[in-house]
């Protein structure tokens, strides 16, 4: 059974309430995962989803409710005015803005809301990005009473990593995997013999109820879980030749900002914000 929600919170209306990572019920030999993810500080948490429309980016806000430190994964640049008057509303202080890895297709926001809040900015080391901190494997990220793992999850690029909330059961992706796809491995260093490994070894191997949750999704979808895309990603359940094969011939159109995208996330994005911007 599955309890009524009664909270108005913007995650309520995507999961319902239950809670410990309980399963419940089958359907086309997948449990549906009816976790409660913290919306209501339950688990001491707060937990937003932010998109970008034109380049199809989720940014994640997640905060602690006690001590209201809070970070955003993957913020983008156009959207961080946005992202930063929410974390004012809900009374957060932004501790780091965090990138999975460095982008192709926007340019990213962490670099502005270092200029506008005074967080530090992230990224792992093997991106070689500019950054106030480098994250590595097995590193955590701390903010308020949660903390978050670094899985080095390269392939889309060498620097890209996943940020696993083991307290949660949830996990960022990046772009290592997407809803039912992955990262493309045309560019940025990609190799899909190690993006498939990425995803094999790390990824795959997290509970299967595991929630994710991608960088980017292209048809509206807003995450999945490890057991769904085990068995229903169409590039990934195949063999690592058959995976190969595929990426090699997806044939996809560059990334329509990448020119400007790659040159500005090399150091983290814009940091020199006029004085004027940062009043507005
Ligand atoms: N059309 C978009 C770019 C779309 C794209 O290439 N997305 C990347 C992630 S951003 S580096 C990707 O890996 N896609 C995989 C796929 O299968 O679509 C734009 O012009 O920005
Ligand atoms: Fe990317």
Redesign the pocket.
């Known amino acids: 059974m599955v309890k009524p929600v009664e909270s108005q919170d913007y995650f309520t209306t995507i999961y319902k309430i239950i809670k410990e990572q309980v399963t419940m019920s089958k359907f086309n030999g997948v449990k549906i995962v009816s976790r409660y993810f913290s919306p209501s500080g339950e688990k001491n948490l707060i937990f937003r989803q932010f998109f970008d429309h034109i380049?199809?980016t989720y940014t994640y806000l997640l905060g602690c409710a006690k001590t209201r430190e809070c970070i955003l994964i993957d913020p983008v640049l156009e959207q961080v005015k946005r992202d930063f008057q929410v974390t004012q509303d809900l009374g957060l202080k932004l501790k780091y803005a965090v990138n999975t890895h460095m982008?192709?297709?926007?340019v990213t926001g962490t670099g502005y809301l270092r200029a506008l809040s005074g967080c530090k900015t992230i990224i792992s080391k093997t991106s070689r990005a500019q950054a106030d901190i480098h994250v590595e494997e097995n590193d955590s990220i701390c903010f308020g009473d949660h903390e978050l793992k670094v899985l080095s999850t390269p392939g889309?690029t060498n620097g890209c990593v996943t940020y696993y909330f083991p307290s949660q059961g949830v996990a960022f992706t990046g772009?290592a995997l997407?809803i039912r796809?992955?990262?493309?491995t045309d560019f940025q260093e990609g190799d899909p013999k190690i993006l498939y490994k990425s995803v094999h070894s790390k990824i795959f191997t997290l509970p299967e109820s595991t929630l994710l949750f991608p960088?980017?999704d292209?048809k509206g979808m807003m995450c999945t879980s490890v057991e769904e895309e085990k068995k229903f990603n169409p590039r990934l359940t195949k063999s690592e030749q058959e995976f190969v094969e595929i990426m090699n011939n997806?044939n996809?159109?560059?990334?329509?900002?990448i020119d400007r995208a790659l040159p500005a996330n090399r150091v983290c994005g814009i940091y020199d914000i006029p004085n004027e911007e940062k009043k507005n």
Not at 103 to 106: P, V
Not at 181 to 184: D, E, L, N, Q, T
Not at 252 to 257: T, V
């Open positions: 380049s199809s982008h192709a297709d926007h889309h772009d997407l796809g992955c990262g493309r960088a980017h292209y997806l996809l159109a560059y990334p329509q900002q």
